[in-house]
């Protein structure tokens, strides 16, 4: 504010420094009148024209008419200062100023001749001089220019480069801005910060009388706008979808979601069948939109966000989600505390961004703020509900200062502080599995992932499915791991239940990785289940380890070559790695809690003083669904339920009723 204060000052002074002069130069006390006739053309003369006395301002044109005796001459009326020195040999030339205006200019040939003016004035009469013929071309030359220029005070001359060199820049960015748009952001981003700027203008304040100042004020503010501008912004983003897109589709995340078929969802509390209308009506919005995807897990929250991510990166008629495209930037861990914390975001999210669209140079927190303003960024956080407070606060739209226009969240818990939209995943309905199933599996045939079955396999399939799961409502996960076990080859041992179903999965995600070596597929699941509890920690809650914690519970167990099962469980992606960081996770969660319940069921067996323990802990922990329901699914199977006490099932059975209800905290 002081520096807007300043240039404002400096802008009166000069207004007042300009309308003094004319005041002195109109004061009529010191004047006398001088007839100058021309012959000829007395083009571009006018009441503003001056007259000129070896380059130097002694008075200005009254009237001009012409000689009514004989119209080749153009007579000129002039006021002119009483003590300047004309003569009989004074010549007058008509002259053309750089701005086109015609002036008069005045010098003498001879010294010590008497004055004009004096003389007329004691015979009581005006003086009187004849013009020399004006040249066949009135156009400036080098001489008038400088003559115009060199009259100008440093002030003067000050505002005229000021005001020429603003043109000219205005001209330069709106041609840019209209031809090349993402140009503009190019410049803005090799700008200086604006501290740096104002120390460089003040290095030159007192040599240009504070224009600099203003100058490089106008220039860094007009780049700015420009800078910010829609059209701008979406060619900045359209410049870098080609580089966005495949960078997207390589995390592992989002490899592993690769197909994602249409499923009811309940957007604030209203079912939709085909659910993409109206999320591009919320999108196309301009409003900010804070969507939180609830559900429980395995029912296609995560899915669902990649698959509006995947949506936001194309420009294809028909497939765009929302009016242009956006860079979506994917939260999978908790974010570092420096970020978490004041003005930490932005930076952070600009690293991000540099990264996701593979940019070599610098993003600068300039532009990230203004791609996050206007929604030129879908900013997805995943797994929200497991985050850290620091992280949930740093996301939390209602915070101050935060930027982010569109955000889209997925939480197991459906009441996250701030968001304006909630959706809800569902479970697959009984009408619909044989589409989702049949769905899926055209799409793995698709990707040259097997051979579809005939319909009546998958018929038959489905039928089996509703058997095997009873009362569990079927989701997109559950759904997905059968259309895999019909996809391939007929077993003997098809799964008989919710529980044997994952184990099944986990061996078929394992058996190509370990060569088909039975003994080190029971190996690595024994190490999936030990990174897994330690990734659901006390809570029971998915989350994630660092690579070096997950070896060293793979040292524990057995010592031997823990790097090398490290290694094949990455390479059979049920250890994933959600970014190119230090972490890692069993994916997906449900398959993380699955592996921890089994583990739970071989560990405890039939202490019931453990199994116990392990109750109070869960109902202290407000009854962590997802884990609460793999318990409860290995207590219905046909091979860990029996090693589970009947006393202890049934408590299991009632903790699972309870699920999703408000709990008490204990």
Request: glycine content about 6%; some cysteine.
């Amino acid at each position: 504010m002081k520096t807007r204060a300043k240039y404002v000052i400096v802008g009166i002074f000069t207004l007042v420094a300009i309308f003094a002069v004319f005041a002195l130069l109109g004061d009529r006390s010191e004047m006398a009148r001088l007839i100058v006739t021309i012959p000829g053309s007395a083009s571009g003369l006018d009441t503003n024209s001056w007259v000129l006395f070896n380059g130097i301002k002694i008075g200005y044109v009254e009237s001009i008419y012409l000689d009514s005796d004989d119209p080749r001459w153009v007579v000129v009326n002039t006021l002119v200062n009483r003590y300047t020195p004309i003569t009989e040999s004074t010549q007058a030339d008509i002259i053309i100023a750089v701005t086109g205006q015609a002036n008069i200019e005045l010098h003498s040939v001879r010294r010590g001749e008497q004055s004009l003016l004096s003389v007329a004035e004691e015979n009581g009469r005006s003086a009187h001089i004849v013009a020399n013929p004006p040249a066949v071309a009135n156009t400036p030359s080098a001489r008038t220019i400088w003559t115009w220029l060199s009259d100008r005070n440093g002030t003067e001359l000050a505002v005229l480069i000021t005001a020429f060199g603003a043109s000219v820049w205005l001209a330069a960015m709106s041609i840019i801005y209209w031809s090349r748009p993402s140009w503009v952001i190019a410049l803005h981003e090799r700008m200086p910060e604006p501290a740096k700027i104002e120390a460089t203008a003040s290095l030159f304040e007192k040599a240009s009388f504070g224009v600099t100042a203003i100058a490089c004020w106008i220039i860094s503010a007009l780049l700015m706008f420009l800078a910010s501008r829609p059209r701008a912004l979406d060619a900045w983003v359209n410049d870098r979808l080609g580089d966005a897109r495949p960078l997207f589709e390589q995390r592992p995340s989002v490899r592993d979601r690769r197909i994602a078929l249409d499923l009811p969802v309940r957007i604030a509390t209203v079912r939709h069948n085909k659910p993409w209308a109206e999320l591009e009506r919320l999108v196309s919005n301009s409003s900010p939109m804070a969507v939180v995807i609830s559900g429980p897990g395995g029912a296609g929250k995560t899915t669902l966000a990649f698959e509006l991510a995947r949506r936001a990166l194309t420009t294809a008629e028909g497939e765009r989600l929302g009016r242009h495209a956006m860079v979506p930037l994917l939260i999978e861990t908790d974010v570092p505390d420096e970020a978490a914390k004041g003005d930490g975001l932005a930076p952070y999210l600009a690293g991000m961004l540099r990264t996701a669209v593979n940019e070599k140079r610098r993003i600068t927190v300039r532009l990230t703020s203004a791609l996050l303003r206007t929604g030129r960024i879908l900013l997805v956080v995943d797994g929200m509900s497991e985050r850290s407070t620091p992280t949930r606060d740093a996301f939390n739209p209602q915070r101050q200062g935060f930027e982010v226009l569109r955000l889209v969240v997925t939480s197991r818990d459906r009441t996250m502080s701030g968001m304006n939209t909630l959706i809800e995943t569902e479970s697959i309905p009984s009408g619909a599995l044989f589409d989702f199933i049949s769905g899926y599996l055209q799409e793995m045939e698709d990707n040259g992932e097997g051979e579809r079955p005939g319909e009546d396999r998958i018929f038959e399939a489905c039928a089996e499915l509703k058997r095997l799961l009873g009362d569990t409502p079927c989701t997109p996960l559950l759904a997905i791991l059968w259309a895999k076990e019909i996809g391939a080859p007929l077993k003997v041992d098809r799964p008989r239940g919710v529980a044997s179903l994952m184990d099944s999965y986990v061996r078929r995600l394992l058996l190509p990785a370990a060569s088909g070596d039975e003994a080190q597929i029971s190996q690595l699941t024994k190490d999936a289940a030990k990174i897994a509890e330690l990734e659901l920690g006390e809570r029971y809650q998915p989350g994630y380890v660092t690579r070096s914690a997950a070896l060293d519970v793979l040292h524990k167990l057995d010592p031997r070559e823990p790097e090398k099962r490290f290694a094949i469980l990455e390479r059979s992606r049920i250890l994933e790695s959600p970014s190119e960081s230090d972490i890692v996770r069993i994916s997906p969660d449900p398959v993380a809690e699955h592996l921890v319940a089994r583990l739970m069921v071989e560990e405890l067996g039939s202490d019931q003083k453990g199994w116990r323990g392990l109750l109070d802990t869960l109902r202290k922990q407000q009854l962590p669904e997802g884990f609460v329901v793999a318990l409860a699914a290995c207590g219905d199977d046909a091979v860990h339920g029996r090693r589970i006490p009947s006393l202890i099932g049934n408590q299991i059975k009632s903790l699972r009723a309870k699920v999703g209800e408000p709990q008490t905290p204990v």
